[in-house]
Every structure is written in structure tokens, then in C-alpha cells.
T-cell receptor, first 116, second 111 residues
Framework: ETGVTQSPTHLIKTRGQQVTLRCSSQ?????VSWYQQALGQGPQFIFQ???????GRGNFPPRFSGLQFPNYSSELNVNALELDDSALYLC???????????????FGEGSRLTVL | AQRVTQPEKLLSVFKGAPVELKCNYS??????LFWYVQYSRQRLQLLLR??SRESIKGFTADLNKGETSFHLKKPFAQEEDSAMYYC?????????????FGRGTQLTVWP
């Protein structure tokens, strides 16, 4: 059983650019959620994908968008990058199917984005 | 609106001493509460959930709806407990992957 993997681990962009972050969910998990973790803060929910559709969104502008693919992997896209987008971006997968549904999220190690 | 507050950013205790990491929440419905932990150079992982009512690695946490608290406790801290601890809440009826996290408490257990 493989865990959640994210790529890239680190990247540097400049203001106005666009970035794509990738996530492979844990084997068998069909739900992926994305979080932003600024320095010194707890993770903040961006959105969740289930069956290739967004089914929950936090307080983030539309320039944060995502995709989920048939194999349950996911992408987070951020357009028109701003300095405040510098953060660790975490992907988490979960399995909503009973009895596997324990409510536990399985996190990746994150992608650290620096915007200059 | 849902909110999770962890008042202590840093907490230090000596090995063998009791430890309590505080967590208060703001939510009008029936929440699910969690403690997640991140050890050095490891990913964020679940420590325990209030609905399980279980002790993990000697830690327990009781949901107190009257005080809207979910403090994490361990009677005798160990050096390997040093880590970042996050309290998290899931609102009733919310999507599975949507958690509200506190800012975290960095626990250091000295030898």
C-alpha cells in the first residue's frame, strides 16, 4: 500500500506566474483534499475532490483550481501568483466508503512554494 | 463560523512530567474533533479522534461540549512525544476532507 505522494517538493515562482502541484492519493482512496499551510499556521482547507468533481471549497479565490483524474490523483493549479501564496501545500486522501470511513485524512509531505 | 484555538504555540516539559495541550473550539453543531501530530521530518498523521475514545501512545482527549474543549493529555511525557500537535474539527455534515485546524502547539520534552 503506497501513501500519498506529492510533487514537486520545492519550487520557486515569481509573481504573476502559474503553478501546478500534483498529488497521488493513497491506494484505494477516492477523495482528495488540498490544504495551504502558511508559516506558523495550521493547514487551511482549499477544496476537496470526489469522483473527479469539486465537492467542497474553503475561502480561496477562483484562481485556485483543481482537477481529479480517474485514477484519483489530483492537481492543484494556482494562477496569477501573489507573494502571500508562498506556503506549504498539503494533499490529503481519504476513503468515505463504510466501514473504511474512519474520518482519518492521510497527508502527503507537501509541496513548498515560494513566490518572489 | 468554525474556529479552533490552540493558545500555546510552544510547550516544554521534562520527561516523566504530565502534559496537557489545550484546544478550544467554536462551533454551534455537533463536531468531530481530532488531534493530528507531526514528528520531525515526518508527515502529518492522525493521533486520535474523540469518537474512538481510545488512548494512543498514552495520550487521551475528552470532548467537553460545555467548555467547548478537547484538551490532549498524557500523564508521563516521553522524549519521543516531542512534536508539533494540531487540534482539528470537522463540522457535522461537512465533507470528509474538510477540517478546521488550530495553529498548532510545538511540544518539547526535555530529558
Amino acid at each position: 500500500e503506497t501513501g500519498v505522494t506529492q510533487s514537486p517538493t520545492h519550487l520557486i515562482k515569481t509573481r504573476g506566474q502559474q503553478v501546478t502541484l500534483r498529488c497521488s492519493s493513497q491506494s484505494g482512496h477516492n477523495t482528495v483534499s488540498w490544504y495551504q499551510q502558511a508559516l506558523g499556521q495550521g493547514p487551511q482547507f482549499i477544496f476537496q475532490y470526489y469522483r473527479e468533481e469539486e465537492n467542497g471549497r474553503g475561502n480561496f479565490p477562483p484562481r485556485f483550481s483543481g482537477l481529479q483524474f480517474p485514477n484519483y490523483s489530483s492537481e492543484l493549479n494556482v494562477n496569477a501568483l501573489e507573494l502571500d501564496d508562498s506556503a506549504l501545500y498539503l494533499c490529503a486522501s481519504s476513503d468515505p466508503r463504510w466501514p473504511a470511513n474512519t474520518g482519518e485524512l492521510f497527508f502527503g509531505e507537501g509541496s513548498r512554494l515560494t513566490v518572489l | 463560523a468554525q474556529r479552533v484555538t490552540q493558545p500555546e504555540k510552544l510547550l516544554s516539559v521534562f520527561k516523566g512530567a504530565p502534559v496537557e495541550l489545550k484546544c478550544n473550539y467554536s462551533y454551534s453543531g455537533s463536531p468531530e474533533l481530532f488531534w493530528y501530530v507531526q514528528y520531525s521530518r515526518q508527515r502529518l498523521q492522525l493521533l486520535l479522534r474523540h469518537i474512538s475514545r481510545e488512548s494512543i501512545k498514552g495520550f487521551t482527549a475528552d470532548l467537553n461540549k460545555g467548555e467547548t474543549s478537547f484538551h490532549l493529555k498524557k500523564p508521563f511525557a516521553q522524549e519521543e512525544d516531542s512534536a508539533m500537535y494540531y487540534c482539528a474539527l470537522r463540522a457535522g455534515g461537512s465533507t470528509l476532507g474538510r477540517l478546521y485546524f488550530g495553529r498548532g502547539t510545538q511540544l518539547t520534552v526535555w530529558p
